[in-house]
């Protein structure tokens, strides 16, 4: 673990979800990240392959496994919609996206331009229930695709109903499929005072301790 790192939940995870919920998803954040870079590397062995499939925003998995890794935990509320790829939790007033920034432990959340490689629905999420905020040159146009739009637009409906507006957590991550979770992160977005993205607070999670695999019992005739 980098020492930079901290062991327990920080004071604005504490401040944020409340002390029963603050420890568990300090831990389950990463796991849940992990467990998914895990399932689609098990399932999908190409390297290449994986590595776009990492990078696409409606990967389902992230969201899958943060919904059952976070939505045990007291209080979550798991908004989906049918045969969707998008399913979210809410707590304690937060709604968690995740969003895979790189794939390199050398790349810090804090250095890529904010919004640069968000998916519609991030984009949408931050739009509705974020700060004000306009479009930047540094965030890449996104490709026509009417069953992702639909999509966003049924399941940020759902979260509209929700009373408060839950504010918007990002679950960033970095991961490789040859190295698995490699960075994780809790951030929440501010806006500049011309418009642009900009991390309010930032936290770098533990990741989980690696999986070292029991030795096989030698069997003598």
């Given amino acids: 673990m980098r020492?930079?790192?901290?062991?327990?939940?920080?004071?604005?995870?504490?401040?944020?979800?409340?002390?029963?919920?603050?420890?568990?998803?300090?831990?389950?954040v990463p796991?849940?990240?992990?467990?998914?870079?895990?399932?689609?590397?098990?399932?999908?062995?190409?390297v290449t392959q994986t590595?776009?499939?990492?990078?696409?925003?409606?990967?389902?998995?992230?969201?899958?496994?943060?919904?059952?890794?976070?939505?045990?935990?007291?209080?979550?509320?798991?908004?989906?919609?049918?045969?969707s790829v998008?399913?979210?939790?809410?707590?304690?007033?937060?709604?968690?996206?995740?969003?895979?920034?790189?794939?390199?432990a050398r790349d810090s959340i804090r250095d890529v331009p904010v919004g640069r490689s968000f998916g519609?629905?991030?984009?949408?999420?931050?739009?509705?229930f974020g700060p004000p905020w306009r479009r930047s040159q540094a965030e890449t146009p996104l490709p026509l695709d009417a069953v992702d739009e639909r999509e966003v637009a049924k399941i940020c409906a759902a979260i509209a109903?929700?009373?408060p507006a839950p504010e918007v957590v990002i679950a960033g991550y970095a991961g490789a499929p040859h190295l698995g979770l490699l960075r994780a992160c809790l951030g929440e977005i501010k806006s500049t005072d011309n418009g642009t993205l900009n991390w309010s607070h930032l936290?770098?999670?533990?990741?989980?301790?690696?999986?070292i695999p029991?030795?096989?019992?030698?069997?003598?005739p």
């Fill in 3 to 28: 020492p930079d790192v901290l062991v327990g939940p920080s004071d604005w995870v504490v401040e944020q979800f409340g002390d029963k919920v603050a420890a568990e998803l300090w831990t389950r």
């Fill in 31 to 46: 796991e849940a990240l992990n467990t998914a870079i895990e399932r689609e590397v098990n399932t999908h062995p190409s």
């Fill in 51 to 83: 590595e776009r499939v990492l990078a696409n925003p409606r990967w389902p998995l992230p969201y899958e496994e943060l919904v059952l890794f976070l939505g045990t935990l007291p209080g979550a509320e798991i908004i989906s919609v049918p045969r």
């Fill in 86 to 104: 998008y399913q979210l939790v809410v707590l304690n007033g937060h709604v968690v996206v995740p969003w895979c920034y790189g794939q390199s």
């Fill in 120 to 128: 519609r629905l991030a984009r949408e999420l931050l739009r509705r």
């Fill in 161 to 163: 109903k929700i009373d």
């Fill in 203 to 211: 936290d770098d999670l533990p990741l989980p301790p690696p999986v």
């Fill in 214 to 220: 029991r030795p096989r019992r030698m069997v003598f």
